[in-house]
T-cell receptor
C-alpha cells in the first residue's frame, strides 16, 4: 500500500484557474516537502515543513501556497495557473528535517495547464 | 552555493554489463550523499546513502557507490545490470549542519538497458 498518497494523479487546468494538490503521508513522519519536476528543471525544491511549520520556501511566486491542516497533510494550492506551471508535483516526507534523513516520495500529480 | 552535477544525461548499456553513473558535488563541507532511482510514473526511491566511514556503501539491488573526498564525487556502480534497472537515477546532497534543510538533486541520468 502506498504510504504517501497524492491526489489527483493527473490534473488538467485552464490558464488563470486555481487548483489544490493533495498529499497525505502515513509514515508517521514529522517533515514534509513539495518538489516540482519538469523538462526545464528536473527536480526542484519548493517547500519544507516540520511539525506543520513552514521551514523553507524556495518558490519565487506567492501563487504557490502550501497548506497543512494536520501533521500528515501538506496540500499545495496554486492560483492564477500559467502554462509554465505544467509539471509533475511530488510530495515527500522524512522522519525529521534535513541532514541524513531519507526522503520518501509520493507518485506525483501531473499537472497540465492549457 | 551547493550543487550537484551528473555529467551524463543518458547512458545506454547492455544487459549484463557493468555500470558507472557519475556524480560530483560542490559544497563547503562534506555533505550527506544519496542516490535515488525513479521508475516510470513513480516517485523517487532511495538506493543508498553515505554519512561517513567506509567510502564504499552498499545499496539495494546490487548497487554500490564510492565516495571520494579528494574528487568531491559519489559515483554509483553496479557489476551487472538487468533490464529492470532502466530508470532515471538522481544523485543528491543534504547539508551536514541542521540549519539548512534543503536537499539538492542533480539533473538525473536516464539509464537504458538493452538486450
Amino acid at each position: 500500500d502506498p504510504k504517501i498518497i497524492q491526489k489527483p494523479k493527473y490534473l488538467v487546468a485552464v490558464t488563470g484557474s486555481e487548483k489544490i494538490l493533495i498529499c497525505e503521508q502515513y509514515l508517521g513522519h514529522n517533515a514534509m516537502y513539495w518538489y516540482r519536476q519538469s523538462a526545464k528543471k528536473p527536480l526542484e525544491f519548493m517547500f519544507s515543513y516540520s511539525y506543520q511549520k513552514l521551514m523553507d520556501n524556495q518558490t519565487a511566486s506567492s501563487r504557490f501556497q502550501p497548506q497543512s491542516s494536520k501533521k500528515n497533510h501538506l496540500d499545495l494550492q496554486i492560483t492564477a495557473l500559467k502554462p509554465d506551471d505544467s509539471a509533475t508535483y511530488f510530495c515527500a516526507s522524512s522522519q525529521d528535517l534535513g541532514g541524513p534523513e531519507t526522503l520518501y516520495f509520493g507518485s506525483g500529480t501531473r499537472l497540465t495547464v492549457l | 552555493a551547493q550543487s550537484v552535477t551528473q555529467p551524463d544525461a543518458r547512458v545506454t548499456v547492455s544487459e549484463g554489463a557493468s555500470l558507472q553513473l557519475r556524480c560530483k558535488y560542490s559544497y563547503s563541507a562534506t555533505p550527506y550523499l544519496f542516490w535515488y532511482v525513479q521508475y516510470p510514473r513513480q516517485g523517487l526511491q532511495l538506493l543508498l546513502k553515505y554519512y561517513s566511514g567506509d567510502p564504499v556503501v552498499q545499496g539495494v539491488n546490487g548497487f554500490e557507490a564510492e565516495f571520494s573526498k579528494s574528487n568531491s564525487s559519489f559515483h554509483l556502480r553496479k557489476a551487472s545490470v538487468h533490464w529492470s534497472d532502466s530508470a532515471v537515477y538522481f544523485c543528491a546532497v543534504s547539508p551536514f549542519n541542521t540549519g539548512n534543510y534543503k536537499y539538492v538533486f542533480g539533473a538525473g541520468t536516464r539509464l537504458k538497458v538493452i538486450a
